[in-house]
């Protein structure tokens, strides 16, 4: 097979235009061509008045040799790669060793505790929150009602906080190995629809979420894993070598009962605070990592839909417009979309009592009103929060705290329109974009829970913005803080094995050691910490 890339057709092209458009970019004959699969399809706007489909296929042709050598120059005329997902190892016959340990059943938890699973290894999977039916009551609790369940919420429980989310699931990370496929394979296994296997910005939306992880978890109790919901792990069992360095021999939850191991995949995410602070006190290597902050911006899908797509806006091939943009501020900082969410909504996010924090979440149909995405300044521990490993959670903390006031101390979120954030003057009521966010939105001034080289930043960088995208400066936009949960404030460092510098046995994965961003990166560094356990173990 050939994999062939960019070949480009019009929109509403006919399904014979494909056989056609490929056999005379490869010059093949009709004797030559014998059928071919879609592996990715994208689309190129950039003229509204002939926006192009995009796509990547696999060709079946009479004579691989002969294409490949005739195209040997051209980087979009390659072989098809494998993209089967070999497994690295399997256990043992006869094993009876400590079984793994997963901490955390997001994104990443559930990949090593699938992979675990299906080479033998029968983890046991832990998650200071509930399932992800019982969670989802709790998350609906703080919006309905403004009734925080620390443990069971946006961030903590069954899906981990991609749940609660867009669904994307696509990512910049390098995968010479097709991990990435071996996701999505296992999505579509568990319900996801088929078109995330080409789409070239796949995604899935909560509602679906919910149901792929249940029978993930079904799944992986089939192969003999094991999951226990509202353990929240409160220390750790080390036991220090003659060279000085510690080994992880266990675990100790929070009702003082002790699970045994040599093997422990901590998956926590990025929101898990009180972990990172015991992880700290018991000397596990950590550092300080860059990430953002800033808030959650609202425009009415149709205004992006006609600045992105035209008189195209509306296209079933097309779906709900997306955006990216960046700006490099006279400050020197740096802002930029971050999570953009088309049809979607923004929600609250907080793990933590008396504090408001925001995100964005879509449906698979991304049909509700409003486009929203996190409006984020890059901030760097040096400069913004010097003081150790820990210094990104306070200030985090600082800025959602401060929210909470304003927003009236009642988990509604502050907002202002763009009218007046740019105006400089405080928002005493909305204008026609209604915010998404509930419990609700409190108009005020922004400049009182956001630093001031934000607040610096954003002014010079929404009319920039809204030159790029029509309407994006938009008066009656509206802003809605604060979004501080960007990434993880922390790396907890490892090596080369994947397991902690100083302490044996320990291997820190996904967004919360700040090694992923979002589902799917978080899911395939899942997939790779699960094969360093397996090879470690077998």
């Known amino acids: 097979m050939i994999r062939l890339s960019g070949l480009k057709l019009p929109l509403d092209h006919p399904a014979e235009a494909m056989p056609v458009a490929i056999c005379d970019r490869l010059g093949l ?68 060793g400590k079984r793994p340990v997963v901490i955390g059943a997001g994104p990443c938890g559930l990949f090593a505790g699938l992979i675990l699973a299906q080479m033998g290894f ?24 403004g009734e925080l369940n620390p443990d069971s919420n946006v961030q903590f429980g069954e899906g981990g906080a991609g749940t609660f989310s867009d669904g994307k699931l696509y990512c910049r990370v390098k995968d010479p190995r097709f991990l990435g496929r071996k996701v999505l394979e296992e999505f579509v296994a568990a319900g996801a629809p088929d078109d995330i296997l080409w789409e070239a910005h796949p995604h899935i939306g909560t509602f679906r979420l919910v149901s792929m992880v249940e029978s993930m978890r079904r799944q992986i109790e089939s192969l003999g894993g094991e999951y226990r919901w509202q353990h929240r792990v409160d220390d750790l069992v080390l036991e220090r070598q003659g060279d000085g360095t510690q080994q992880l021999r266990g675990i100790v939850l929070q009702d003082g009962s002790v699970i045994e191991s040599d093997h422990i995949v901590l998956a926590v995410g990025h929101s898990a605070r009180p972990t990172f602070e015991m992880l700290h006190r018991q000397g596990v290597h950590m550092e300080a990592k860059p990430f953002s902050i800033g808030v959650r911006i609202e425009h009415p899908q149709s205004w992006v839909d006609r600045a992105r797509y035209g008189n195209c806006a509306g296209h079933p091939d097309l779906g709900a417009a997306a955006y990216s943009l960046a700006h490099h501020c006279g400050n020197g900082r740096t802002v930029y979309s971050f999570c953009m969410c088309p049809g979607g909504r923004v929600v609250a996010a907080t793990s933590e009592e008396g504090r408001v924090v925001t995100n964005g979440m879509s449906q698979y149909s991304r049909a509700e009103f409003n486009a929203n995405s996190g409006l984020v300044v890059g901030i760097d521990p040096a400069r913004d929060y010097p003081g150790g490993p820990l210094a990104g959670i306070d200030f985090q903390r600082h800025w959602e705290s401060l929210a909470y006031v304003a927003g009236g101390s009642s988990y509604h979120a502050p907002g202002q329109t763009v009218g007046d954030f740019l105006a400089g003057r405080p928002s005493t009521a909305l204008g026609s974009v209604t915010p998404s966010y509930k419990p609700g939105v409190t108009p005020t001034d922004l400049s009182q829970c956001l630093p001031g080289f934000v607040i610096e930043a954003f002014r010079e960088a929404l009319p920039v913005f809204g030159r790029q995208l029509a309407h994006y400066d938009h008066p009656d936009a509206v802003m809605t803080g604060v979004e501080t949960r960007t990434s993880s404030p922390l790396r907890i460092t490892r090596g080369k094995d994947f397991q902690s510098l100083n302490v044996a046995g320990l291997y820190p994965a996904g967004e919360g050691a700040g090694y992923a961003g979002g589902i799917l990166s978080a899911a395939i560094d899942g997939i790779k910490v699960a094969e360093a356990v397996a090879l470690a173990m077998a």
């Open 29 to 96: 004959g009709p004797q030559d061509y014998r059928g071919h699969n879609i592996v990715r399809r994208g689309n190129d706007a950039r003229r509204k008045s002939a926006i192009q489909l995009v796509y990547t296929v696999d060709v079946d042709v009479a004579d691989d040799a002969a294409v490949l050598a005739h195209f040997a120059a051209d980087h979009d005329v390659r072989p098809t790669p494998d993209t089967t997902y070999k497994f690295v190892a399997h256990v043992p016959d006869g094993w009876r």
């Open 122 to 145: 029968k983890p046991i999977i832990l998650d200071r929150g509930k399932v992800v039916r019982e969670r989802t009551k709790d998350t609906w609790g703080l919006w309905r009602r």
